[in-house]
């Protein structure tokens, strides 16, 4: 089924505050689960509204939260979520840091005690729309093997970034620390496909290729992208106070309990260094010059990060409307709160 932008976001925005969010946050969860949805990034879209509407309900989401800012340098803060949702939190945090970096050049601001905030990619977004650069951290809860491991420590530990340019094609770069995305995995048991032997492992820890027997997620690249996995926790978790690794709480145990997750933001303005119109105008001659790169075979161009998915919500618009399963409409349109709970599922949602 094809809806507006206004009809999801409606949708969406109802159901979470019949789920018992208060409107404001509603108002921001449904607009940035609207921004994944519109982008074609569907595992953080729409499709999470069911989860949420049911913490919610149950009390693993604070509504009435006291959120608390802690500036505790020029360029630096925490702001404490107070297991609020984070959605509203993490753009809070950044909005301070945007703040921060105006005036002092940089900002470092770390969000503690939130709930999952969704596609990291808005936040830095909102950055690069204010002329500044931004990287983003965030955890998760423990579904990928360490390099070389057999169990579960880390999860698939999302790093974001952007940066502006001379015109309106903001490079927006969004990515999970491994190989594949769970929903990837899902898709082929529904098609009765064999996985690549490097997706994921077996409960020993081996290579597997029926995805009926995953246990757990590989990093990206091996080592390397193991050293990511750390590198997102040591900066989202560790340095902000917040449990870490293979201590994050999981997204499904029990829907009644806070997850007490870190995010963190780092923002410069390039002002203070090659000058802030000298970086925009660099920044469009370098995409220009990817766009003019011999594309691979199979390929019709090089894009640069987040012209894709600027290109998959354009379509959708030209062609009459954000695709939404026909399944995930009608739940939202129900009086339910949820239809299949989530409540104390494996990490894979099982």
């Not at 409606?10 to 108002?27: I, P, R, S, V, Y």
């Not at 029926?210 to 590989?218: C, E, M, R, S």
């Not at 997102?232 to 994050?248: A, Q, R, T």
């Not at 030209?318 to 299949?340: A, F, N, P, R, T």
Request: proline share 5%; glycine share 10%; aromatic share 8%.
């Amino acid at each position: 089924m094809k809806l507006s932008r206004e009809e999801l976001k409606g949708l969406m925005k109802n159901k979470l505050m019949q789920a018992g969010l208060h409107e404001g946050d509603a108002e921001t969860t449904s607009e940035i689960l609207t921004w994944a949805h519109e982008r074609g990034y569907y595992s953080h879209g729409a499709v999470r509204v069911e989860y949420y509407s049911e913490r919610i309900y149950k009390g693993g989401i604070t509504t009435e939260p006291n959120i608390v800012w802690n500036q505790t340098g020029p360029c630096s803060g925490i702001l404490d979520g107070d297991n609020g949702i984070g959605f509203t939190v993490a753009k809070m945090g950044m909005e301070k840091a945007i703040e921060m970096a105006k005036e002092n050049g940089v900002a470092i601001v770390g969000m503690a005690n939130l709930s999952h905030s969704g596609s990291i990619g808005y936040y830095t977004e909102m950055a690069a729309k204010e002329g500044l650069l931004a990287i983003s951290f965030c955890q998760s809860d423990p579904m990928a093997v360490p390099y070389g491991g057999a169990e579960p420590y880390y999860g698939t530990n999302p790093i974001s970034f952007a940066a502006p340019t001379a015109d309106d094609r903001d490079v927006v770069f969004d990515m999970a620390t491994t190989v594949q995305a769970w929903g990837k995995i899902l898709d082929k048991r529904s098609k009765h496909q064999e996985i690549p032997a490097d997706w994921a492992v077996d409960e020993d820890g081996a290579p597997v290729t029926d995805p009926n027997k995953v246990n757990a997620l590989n990093p990206i690249a091996g080592a390397k992208g193991y050293g990511l996995m750390m590198m997102v926790d040591v900066f989202s978790g560790i340095l902000l106070g917040v449990p870490f690794g293979g201590h994050v709480s999981s997204m499904y145990h029990d829907l009644s309990e806070g997850r007490r997750l870190g995010q963190m933001h780092i923002v410069i303005d390039p002002e203070r260094f090659v000058g802030a119109e000298k970086f925009k105008e660099t920044m469009s001659a370098c995409i220009d010059e990817i766009g003019q790169i011999k594309p691979a075979p199979g390929f019709d161009k090089v894009n640069y990060p987040g012209e894709r998915s600027v290109a998959r919500m354009k379509k959708a618009y030209e062609s009459g409307g954000i695709d939404v399963v026909d399944e995930l409409v009608d739940y939202l349109k129900s009086d339910k709160i949820w239809i299949k709970s989530y409540d104390h599922l494996n990490r894979f949602a099982e």
